[in-house]
């Protein structure tokens, strides 16, 4: 028993010194100034990119597909929102290729916005590093004692095995968040056409109004459907019962009939 309350009473202590570093929070400007900073390498550092950057071009569409034929197999489009006249692309491209992306952009395309951002998260990184070591160092102790425990020191272990196991999930989801800012920069595209839409060609009208023909088919068809699930539980009532009436007062109106002829024939 006093094993374990002293385990315990060293955790709680411990406690104080992991919650000194906070968990990295997406937007926040984590730029390191301690000392702890100064003895990570180059290629120690954890770096968030972010490119902001303004395209005109005479049309969207084929500057819209131009773009999609940059990207590499394992990058994508994080949201798009592409109008006749403007748009926006928000794009995750690898890291390790974003100067040569952006140089190919800058070089090939008439660019009225420019602007690149970083943002150090090392010192948070390694903190969560520390802190996930930490507290799997700490489990591994506890499943230990476990073993051999009473009942109710059992129970105390359990509850702080439960709070180590919420804490690993959230570092590790951090830890996840920053390394896939860091591997995939964020692209901002902002799109805007030159030339208006008098100006598309007739195969780029008729393209334009099919796809959004289309578009507005499925969008009726899609309306009409929910329409009908949305009644269909009052057909399941209804219809039976209209039918159900019709069919007692046809039995009805047979029965007066017969009851009436019966009554001519004597």
């Not at 000392?35 to 500057?63: C, F, H, N, W």
């Not at 489009?77 to 952006?102: C, D, M, P």
């Not at 023909?213 to 329409?227: C, K």
């Not at 399941?236 to 159900?244: D, H, L």
């Amino acid at each position: 028993m006093k094993k374990v309350m002293l385990f315990l009473g060293l955790v709680l202590l411990s406690l104080s010194l992991i919650g000194c570093s906070e968990a990295y929070e997406p937007g926040e400007d984590l730029s390191p100034e301690n000392e702890s900073s100064q003895v990570l390498t180059a290629s120690m550092r954890k770096i968030i990119y972010r490119v902001d950057i303004g395209i005109k071009a005479k049309q969207l569409l084929p500057l819209y597909d131009e773009l999609m034929d940059l990207l590499n197999p394992d990058e994508w489009i994080e949201s798009q929102q592409v109008g006749t006249q403007s748009g926006q692309l928000v794009l995750r491209i690898k890291t390790e290729r974003l100067q040569a992306f952006i140089s190919g952009l800058r070089s090939s395309y008439e660019v009225t916005y420019f602007n690149t951002s970083s943002r150090d998260v090392s010192v948070n990184y390694y903190n969560n590093q520390a802190n996930i070591e930490a507290y799997e160092a700490e489990q591994a102790r506890l499943i230990e004692l476990f073993e051999t425990a009473s009942i109710s020191e059992q129970i105390l272990i359990n509850q702080r095995l439960s709070i180590i196991e919420a804490e690993l999930r959230s570092l590790t989801s951090d830890t996840n968040e920053i390394d896939g800012l860091i591997e995939y920069s964020v692209v901002n595209i902002y799109l805007n056409a030159t030339a208006p839409y008098q100006t598309l060609n007739f195969g780029q009208k008729v393209n334009r109004a099919f796809t959004g023909g289309i578009d507005a088919f499925v969008m009726v068809i899609e309306t009409l459907f929910l329409a009908f699930l949305s009644l269909l539980p009052f057909l399941v009532v209804i219809v039976p019962s209209v039918f159900g009436i019709l069919y007692i007062n046809k039995r009805n109106y047979q029965k007066r009939l017969a009851r009436r002829q019966q009554a001519r024939n004597r």
